[in-house]
């Protein structure tokens, strides 16, 4: 039966993503540098920009290059925002519970160690998971396995887990599950592959920061109609 263990200080990802005007605010400014970018190319291509025909030959290399590293940190930032910042422990008896009443799901393994820990082996491990909805959440976690379970772990494989419903990632290793139970009806390489990969972190996009994208391609276009 797994156990997680020893925490790592740090802000776990659910409370971080907790602050939805923040996220937002990166949303924003994805949108703002790519309206500009995009809108600025559709412009030069029908003739020369009025406000860069005038600028000094720096002026027009910084105009052009802040929408491109705006993209870049906005881009960066908001990818930095789904990743978890600390291992996540769960009690022995919380583990049970999950193993239990946890909701099915898939994990594929992205990185995992393993060390021996008396009869026992100490697994840290980080992880893809999918949820029944679709929904795609990664997972840094400390497991605490019996050696036949470890040996089980590779990375790059699915594996079956268990989700806490109220914090999807704290979850644990189903050792009990029956593997083909848990991917009935999914397309397990589908679901991992790029595309699948991409498809779910569009579907776990909220819509306030659909809103805010929207808001900031608008003012990127605004921005250079107007200049």
């Known amino acids: 039966m797994p156990e997680l263990v020893r925490p790592v200080a740090g802000t776990p990802a659910p409370r971080r993503r907790e602050a939805p005007l923040g996220r937002a605010a990166l949303w924003f400014c994805l949108g703002l540098g790519a ?6 190319v559709l412009v030069a291509l029908s003739g020369p920009i009025r406000f860069l025909a005038e600028a000094s030959p720096g002026v027009r290399v910084l ?4 929408p491109v590293v705006l993209i870049a940190a906005a881009a960066s930032l908001l990818h930095a925002g789904t990743m978890a910042a600390c291992d996540i ?11 239990r009443t946890g909701a099915a ?9 393993v060390e021996r820990l008396g009869s026992q082996r100490l697994v840290r491990i980080a992880l893809d998971a999918r949820r029944r909805s679709g929904c795609a959440l990664r997972s840094r976690l400390t497991w605490l396995l019996e050696p036949l379970d470890a040996e089980m772990l590779a990375r790059g494989s699915v594996i079956p887990v268990r989700f806490d419903a109220a914090a999807p990632q704290r979850m644990v290793f189903d050792v009990r599950a029956d593997s083909r139970e848990h991917a009935a009806g999914i397309d397990v390489e589908e679901e991992f592959s790029p595309r699948g990969i991409l498809r779910a972190r569009l579907r776990s996009v909220r819509a306030s920061s659909c809103a ?16």
């Open 63 to 66: 105009a052009l290059a802040w």
């Open 105 to 113: 799901g898939l994990a594929r393994i992205r990185r995992v160690h």
């Open 89 to 99: 422990a769960v009690p022995r008896a919380e583990a049970e519970t999950l193993l």
């Open 212 to 227: 805010a994208l929207a808001l900031g391609l608008a003012v990127g276009a605004a921005t250079v109609l107007a200049g």
């Open 35 to 40: 309206g500009i970018l995009v809108c600025a």
